[in-house]
């Protein structure tokens, strides 16, 4: 997995950014740290299921996910993770939680899921 930017320290805020056209296989944002916050930003690619953002690892603690938007080909990774909050936002591929502990999933608009 390729990664656009990796969110490792504590208290880290990414705010109001576009990201655009993430490869597949691509995370655009992984956060492995502390209590980060990752809030109104716009996520596009042209094809394939990259995660748009990926909370990973058990050092992934306290992340808050709000206000954002990821396109169709974007969903929403949650690996490992305890803790966080993802909150009104857009996911266009969905959400994927696993081995995870404690995940508040509030309000939030799946627009491209499909059966």
């Known amino acids: 997995m390729k990664y656009q930017e990796v969110l490792s320290g504590k208290d880290v805020t990414v ?23 990752v809030q109104n930003n716009i996520f596009t690619a042209e094809d394939g299921y ?3 953002i990926w909370l990973n690892t058990s050092a992934c603690t306290g992340a808050t996910v709000s206000d954002n938007e990821l ?19 857009i996911f266009g591929a969905g959400i994927n ?19």
């Open 15 to 37: 705010d109001g950014f576009t990201i655009q056209d993430a490869e597949t296989g691509f995370a655009a944002i992984m956060v492995t740290g502390v209590d980060a916050i």
């Open 50 to 52: 990259p995660a748009g």
């Open 71 to 89: 396109d169709i080909a974007h969903t929403m990774m949650v690996t490992g993770a305890t803790g966080a909050t993802l909150e009104d936002n």
């Open 97 to 115: 939680v696993d081995g995870s502990e404690g995940i508040d999933i509030i309000d939030n608009d799946l627009t491209g899921a499909e059966l």
